[in-house]
């Protein structure tokens, strides 16, 4: 009997483990795109921005423009 409660105990820990688990990663997944939104420099070490985003380049980037609408800031 004490088996089976000790059992039942942590069988209900690890779902309740499980369960943080799972929202957390849900959070991210649904979150972390909206949280991380700024742009990602690419190997030349440029920032691209969507012109119709309203984005602005940081203090003291030169802005360049680019094909396909986009702006580059440098």
Not at 9 to 19: E, I, Q, R, S
Not at 43 to 54: C, E, T
Request: charged share 15%.
């Amino acid at each position: 009997m004490i088996y089976l409660l000790v059992t039942g105990y942590w069988l209900l820990a690890a779902g309740y483990w499980l369960l943080a688990a799972g929202c957390w990663f849900v959070f991210l997944y649904i979150f972390a795109p909206a949280i991380d939104n700024q742009p990602k420099k690419d190997k030349y070490g440029i920032r691209s921005y969507l012109s119709q985003d309203n984005h602005s380049c940081a203090a003291g980037d030169e802005v360049k423009a680019g094909e396909n609408r986009h702006a580059y800031c440098i």
